[in-house]
């Protein structure tokens, strides 16, 4: 098998691509995820960085000591996190999970500019996706690792930009 690796989107964080016939397998560290290269665009279009098919339990659903923080966090970090309602633990139990559903694609491209900005100034920056009118986003940190005040800080930044330019009404 070879092995190709994405060059077109610096956003994609898994390591590598493997071509079985007219299959593409996608190698992340959760599991492997089939991505049929004969499909219709339509079809095609449903690479996302997080697997939606994993199960993510509320940051509420879980006793804070369940939860890994990174070393040398303030006392109140448990309590700001279970502010933010509308985040997921992710499966490590040292991030947090998000997608927003915006009304259009540049609302989607405005956030994360909006964000990118953030991010720079606060030297803090997430994993995430876009897909049209969709942004999934990862805060953990890396080093110390486990989830730090930065991660709650940048997620409530994050729920404040979206509703100011406006999720998109079920």
């Known amino acids: 098998m070879a092995c190709l690796v994405p060059s077109y ?11 079985a016939g007219n299959t593409l397998l996608r190698q992340s560290t959760r599991r492997v995820l089939p991505i049929n290269l004969s499909a219709p665009s339509s079809q095609s279009r449903t690479l996302s960085l997080f697997d939606p098919s994993s199960p993510r339990p509320s940051i509420s659903a879980h006793n804070p000591s369940e939860i ?3 070393a040398g966090q303030p006392e109140d970090l448990p309590t700001r996190l279970l502010e933010l309602s509308a985040w997921e633990l992710g499966p490590s139990k040292s991030a947090i999970t998000r ?7 540049n609302d989607a491209w405005r956030f994360m500019s909006v964000v990118a900005d953030e991010c720079k100034a606060k030297r803090h920056h997430p994993s ?7 942004v999934s986003i990862e805060w953990t940190t890396h ?6 005040i930065k991660d709650v800080d940048m997620a409530a930044f994050c729920d404040r930009a979206a509703d100011e330019i406006g999720l998109k009404m079920p």
Do not use: D, E
């Open 128 to 134: 995430w996706s876009n897909l049209y009118n969709q």
């Open 143 to 148: 080093k110390p690792q486990g989830l730090s």
């Open 68 to 70: 890994r923080f990174s």
């Open 9 to 19: 989107s610096p956003l994609v964080s898994f390591k590598s691509w493997t071509k």
């Open 99 to 105: 997608q927003f559903t915006f009304r259009t694609f």
